[in-house]
């Protein structure tokens, strides 16, 4: 089973900052499916990212993603109060699906 | 549009049996994969596995594999995630969540929240 981990575990930024979050996978992520996900308080996850870099309909711009392998990174690249929320990467391979334990994005 | 629809919150007492449900609408139900992930109170997303509706295949995570059961009635659209004796540590919400493009999850349920307490 492919362990995911996510660095930091939290961040504060101010409005209009860059974040970059990263996601770590304990072996190589098959055909770069790694999806990255955003769960705001009561809220269903939403998908963001797929395919390590492909938007997801209705994702704003500002959001990206990258990465190969076992290192992945999230983009947000000029923060917005409304991106304030936990952030999750995902991965899928051997039948298996996993998740990253979160980055928690606070705004200052 | 697509939708997932599930089941209503539930409390229940340790030991009892439950089974909650995810309905899908709004696109071909046997094309999909449907997968459950647990949500602790205050913790991450947890996959606890999946389901071909198509033909009922499913396989679970290490984790959950033999406590939980994952079914599908493609008559009425609809998947299942079952308990036979549920523990306190069973109380979180659980969502349902359809496969998209390179094996993410583009659709979710609402979240179906179980607690399970004496």
């Known amino acids: 089973e492919i362990v995911l ?11 209009g900052e860059r974040a970059t979050l990263s996601c770590r996978a304990s072996q190589s992520v098959s055909n770069n499916y790694l999806a990255w996900y955003q769960q705001k308080p009561g809220q269903a996850p939403r998908l963001l990212i797929y395919g390590a870099s492909t938007r997801a309909t209705g994702t704003p711009d500002r959001f990206s993603g990258s990465g190969s392998g076992t290192d992945f990174t999230l983009t947000i690249s000029r ?28 705004i200052k | 549009e697509v939708q997932l629809v599930q089941s209503g919150a539930e409390v229940k007492k340790p030991g009892e049996s ?3 449900s995810c309905q899908g609408s709004g696109y071909s139900f046997t094309s999909y994969w449907i ?8 913790k991450g997303l947890e996959w606890m596995g999946r389901i071909d509706p ?7 995570s ?16 609809t998947v299942y995630l079952q308990w036979s ?16 493009y390179s094996y993410a999850f583009n659709h979710w349920g609402q979240g179906s929240l179980v607690t399970v307490s004496s």
Not at chain 1, 5 to 15: A, H, M, N, R, V
Not at chain 2, 64 to 70: A, E, L, P, S
Not at chain 2, 85 to 100: E, I, M
Request: proline letters at 7%; charged letters at 15%; aromatic letters at 12%.
């Open chain 2, 62 to 77: 290490p984790s959950f594999q033999g406590h939980v059961t994952i079914s599908a009635d493609k008559s009425i659209t």
């Open chain 2, 18 to 20: 439950l089974r909650i």
């Open chain 2, 54 to 60: 198509r033909d009922s295949y499913t396989n679970y």
């Open chain 1, 5 to 15: 981990t996510q660095s930091p575990g939290s961040l504060s930024l101010s409005p």
């Open chain 2, 85 to 100: 004796s549920l523990k306190a540590s069973d109380t979180a919400v659980y969502y349902c969540a359809r496969q998209g």
């Open chain 1, 79 to 106: 923060l917005e109060p409304e991106d304030v929320a936990v952030y999750y990467c995902q991965q899928y391979g051997r039948s298996l699906f996993t998740f990253g334990p979160g980055t928690k994005v606070d």
């Open chain 2, 35 to 42: 997968s459950w992930v647990r949500q602790m109170p205050g």
